[in-house]
Nanobody, 115 residues
């Protein structure tokens, strides 16, 4: 299993950023995917998840209405569209899959929200 997140970046408060995560090594279209983040000095925070077909999504209250998760099973890629970013959204973002009773993570991508 290999998960590779796109590069994050520096965004001003109120701005937008789209993350992507390219997956390989497993049948992507058969597994739910998640995004998780870790802010400096804090623990992991689950952000969002999407089912294998893309028809069902869920979000943490902290991002609901601002973030949108989606996937393209033809491209083995999951996305996280982040709008109306706040300073408290700054974190390292990881995509995640639970595969054969084990969590797999990407390398993480830094998102900085600052003016």
């Amino acid at each position: 299993v290999h998960l590779v997140e796109s590069r994050g970046g520096l965004v001003q408060p109120g701005g937008s950023l789209r993350l992507s995560c390219a997956a390989s090594g497993f049948t992507f279209s058969s597994y739910a995917m998640s995004w998780v983040r870790q802010a400096p000095g804090k623990g992991l925070e689950w952000v969002s998840a999407i089912d294998s077909g893309g028809g069902s999504t869920s979000y943490a209250d902290s991002v609901k209405g601002r973030f949108t998760i989606s996937r393209d099973n033809a491209k083995n890629t999951v996305y996280l569209q982040m709008n109306s970013l706040k300073p408290e959204d700054a974190a390292v973002y990881y995509c995640n899959v639970y595969y054969w009773n084990k969590d797999y993570w990407g390398q993480g991508t830094q998102v900085t929200v600052s003016s």
